[in-house]
């Protein structure tokens, strides 16, 4: 499975944990089991066969880490964000820049420059253009922040 697409599905993961009621690990495994994975719309790709073995380590390190280090995520999103709380922000693009900041912070083998171009991508599938602006405009300003350190 490709790194795009394991990256989008960590989106989805990051997505519906909230709404889970439990913690990303336990989302995880019912995302994962057999029949949760299956009811999943056909119309997505990302979900016609189940991950591999090296994307499903990626998308568990992506989501765990994601809310590990939510505060801190959140506090650079809602920084960047000119204005906005993250709370405002459409869950969508939330998610999105949650698991690109977590990159751009945490994943040694993902260059900065590639968890923006691939955010952007996943973002363009779900939301219209003014909000995929918004999102690059945010991980750019998060990612020059990074580089002044």
Known sequence: ??????????????FGTPFSGGSAGDFLEEFFSGEHFASMPDELDIFSALPDDMSMEYIRRTVNGVFDHLEEI?????GASKGWSVRRI????????????????????????AAINSAVEIDKKYDDADVVSFVNGVLGSIAKGISDK
């Open 90 to 113: 459409s869950g969508t693009a939330r998610s999105v820049l949650r698991v690109a900041v977590y990159e751009m912070l945490y994943a040694d083998d993902v260059p900065v420059g």
């Open 1 to 14: 499975m490709k790194r795009d697409i394991a990256r989008e599905i960590a989106v989805q993961i990051v």
């Open 74 to 78: 959140d506090s650079l999103i809602g």
